[in-house]
């Protein structure tokens, strides 16, 4: 690896991870997740959506109310309300997805690609005239054209955004497909890429890496991999993968990891197998 090489992870325990069939967190479980999340020295963590209610605004009010070294981002759709709904909770940093792929857009939204830029530049406009820091995901995007995913990427950077979130939504990418398409968005792209993996196959945590050798900059993960039907790249997975394998994330503290893999297997109610890679052998 170049000397100089950065990789971070985008920890969404709380958001993506939270999807997963029949796993709640309570308000007690989220600040005990995010306090062992910071020990950890995760960085960026997915807290919530702020849209979704009042109950959960309240909790994101409490989790933003930590002494914290990692910076909790609010997820969005990207419309004016849930905008306004992150930062009347106190967000500062603001992520808002929006589909890029065709059978996303015309059977999800019934739009159009051009809709889908100019809302792009509306909420993204809105969002950075409140002094807020503004992140994109391209929903679906493994499946979009790739020219008009440029198109998208180089919408949000010349509107402010800081950088852009790559969604394989249904996992349905391999690694040297995840590869080859997140070196194509990164030659060309003006913001840093972020991969956000599923693993419907199997090879989320694989696709993760092909994307690091494909340029992206950052990566979403869970703790233990939890998340929408197959889950999603796993957060010590992948941790382990960099510090061992690339000599990479020393910011992360690998020893803090035991703890935090057993509080989220706990509090989802989803023992990990005894025979699943690094969480067995971090958890001995």
Not at 210 to 219: E, I, M, T
Request: glycine fraction near 8%.
């Amino acid at each position: 690896m170049q000397s100089g090489v950065q990789f971070e992870l985008v920890d969404t325990t709380l958001r993506d991870g939270e999807q997963t069939a029949g796993v709640v967190f309570s308000p007690e479980e989220k600040m005990n997740i995010v306090k062992a999340l910071d020990r950890a020295g995760i960085r960026w963590i997915e807290a919530g959506i702020p849209a979704m209610g009042e109950r959960e605004r309240e909790t994101l009010g409490q989790l933003l109310s930590l002494p914290l070294n990692s910076i909790l981002i609010a997820w969005n759709r990207a419309n004016l309300d849930d905008i306004k709904a992150s930062v009347a909770c106190g967000f500062s940093y603001i992520h808002m997805s929006l589909p890029v792929s065709d059978l996303h857009i015309e059977h999800k939204l019934g739009k159009s690609r051009e809709w889908v830029l100019e809302r792009l530049r509306e909420v993204l406009g809105f969002t950075k005239s409140l002094g807020c820091t503004a992140f994109v995901g391209a929903e679906d995007a493994s499946r979009a054209d790739p020219e008009f995913l440029l198109r998208y990427a180089d919408t949000a950077a010349s509107c402010g955004a800081e950088r852009l979130r790559y969604a394989d939504t249904v996992g349905c990418l391999d690694p040297f497909e995840t590869f080859r398409r997140i070196r194509h968005l990164t030659e060309r792209c003006l913001l840093p890429v972020e991969f956000h993996g599923h693993n419907d196959f199997g090879l989320a945590t694989a696709n993760t890496l092909s994307a690091f050798h494909g340029g992206a900059a950052l990566a979403s993960v869970t703790v233990t991999g939890i998340g929408e039907r197959a889950g999603n790249a796993s957060l010590e997975e992948v941790a382990a993968s960099m510090a061992y394998l690339y000599q990479l994330g020393a910011d992360i503290r690998m020893e803090s990891l035991p703890e935090l893999t057993r509080l989220v297997s706990e509090a989802s109610g989803r023992p990990d197998t005894h025979y699943r890679s690094v969480f067995t052998a971090i958890n001995g």
